[in-house]
């Protein structure tokens, strides 16, 4: 009983329902093999002669155990050994053929089947022994601060709504207007005039009512604003781009100084760009101004000058390269808090161009926390940093009870 798998270094797992997956096809090439799945470098051809392999993968349908499913090999194939059938098992194991056939609430309760779709996405990265809704459930118990109900954020509203996370506070202090209505697509011509929170909230309560969630109507001012909506979530994502620059130092010093990871989402003419901050475990955007200062003499005194012109761009946002940022970032999202791939922007700016339809690393400053010189997340002197690079001085985010 031989197979041919590309997984060879994985452990082997011990199934307790193994199933053979079924998000892959399984189909007959020829007389003496067969394949399973159908995207490329994702496919595997397996060599099956006798159709032992086929027949095993039959009875792998979630309804046994592996012993089981051992046993009833033997009675059909009783030329096999205990040990050829449990081989087998476990290179379809290894080679990520497998999964969990125990039924889950995602599979059998109304209220939780609007993500299965999620759950068998999933699927596709776990193994047997791997609990199919596991990921699913950390994103249900995922309380998400999203600043920012414009252009990026509301798009992230929308996709955070469909991965399911459990709880949401969104703040924003703009209205509606016709011309945000290119790209802000949670919003209709109804809701022009209307503040975004409000309408906002009524999207999501349409479009997932299983989300707790509070709207919050506020200018982001200051690091401690940041800290009284970003009390309690385990995850920041950063929408807003006012002022430029400076306004990521106001969420890096709350989220840094409560040990709460952040994602940060922008988009300028014909690139977007991504990057992420766990606090303790990257540089924080501090550090990422010090590594800029540190590579080009001419950074800070660009930086600030451009923040004395208080540029205001004019509406300047195309929905689908909008989408695909978001896309990234919420992405980045559930990376970080499923761990079902590792993260990608962790201390790494991930650039999109739109022209060439490319995401690489631009600037990577993940390994370069500065605990001497950055203000932030280490012990450099604040105040001599902000002055260089035209910053309000920041203080402490925490605020006294």
């Known amino acids: 009983m031989t197979i041919d798998t590309d997984n060879p270094t994985l452990p082997t797992a011990n199934p307790t329902f193994p199933r053979a997956k079924p998000i892959y096809p399984r ?43 051992v046993a009833e090999m033997l009675r059909l194939h009783p030329g096999l050994t205990p040990d050829d059938v449990r081989d087998a098992i476990g290179q379809l194991d290894r080679s990520r053929l497998l999964d969990d056939g125990s039924a889950t609430r995602y599979d059998t309760d109304p209220g939780y089947s609007r993500y299965l779709g999620n759950v068998n996405y999933f699927s596709h990265f776990l193994r047997s022994a791997d609990q199919r809704g596991a990921h699913q459930d950390r994103l249900r118990d995922t309380r998400v601060c999203l600043l920012g ?45 209307s503040a975004k929170v409000e309408a906002a909230r009524k999207f999501l309560e349409q479009h997932n009512s299983h989300i707790q969630a509070e709207f919050v109507d506020c200018f982001i001012d200051g690091p401690q604003t940041v800290a009284r909506l970003i009390d309690g979530a385990d995850i920041v994502v950063c929408a807003v781009d006012e002022p430029p620059g400076i306004v990521q130092r106001f969420v890096n010093k709350a989220c840094v100084e409560a040990a709460v990871p952040c994602v940060y989402g922008l988009s300028q003419v014909s690139r977007g760009r991504v990057f992420s901050v766990i606090p303790g475990e990257s540089g924080c955007v501090d550090c990422l101004y010090l590594h800029y200062d540190a590579s080009d003499p001419k950074w800070a005194k660009r930086f600030r000058v451009f923040g004395d012109i208080a540029f205001r761009a004019p509406t300047l946002a195309y929905a689908p390269n909008l989408m695909r940022v978001c896309a990234e970032l919420v992405d980045e999202v559930v990376r970080i808090r499923t761990g079902y791939l590792p993260p990608r922007s962790v201390g790494v700016q991930l650039e999109t161009d739109f022209e060439s339809g490319t995401t690489y690393p631009l600037t990577e400053w993940r390994w370069e926390r500065d605990p001497q010189r950055c203000p932030t997340c280490g012990s450099g002197d604040e105040k001599p940093f902000a002055e260089r690079i035209g910053s309000p001085v920041l203080t402490s985010s925490r605020i006294s009870s």
């Open 27 to 69: 189909y007959q090439e020829d007389a003496d093999a067969f394949r399973i799945g159908a995207q490329r470098d994702s496919t595997f051809e397996i060599f099956d002669p006798d159709r032992h392999v086929w027949k095993l993968l039959e009875l792998l349908d979630g309804s046994r155990d592996a012993e089981a499913a």
């Open 149 to 193: 109900l414009g252009g990026g954020g509301s798009t992230v509203l929308q996709l955070l709504a469909g991965v399911g996370v459990g709880s949401i506070v969104a703040a924003d202090h703009d209205r509606i207007e016709l011309t945000n209505l290119n790209r802000q697509l949670i919003y209709r011509e109804s809701d022009v005039g």
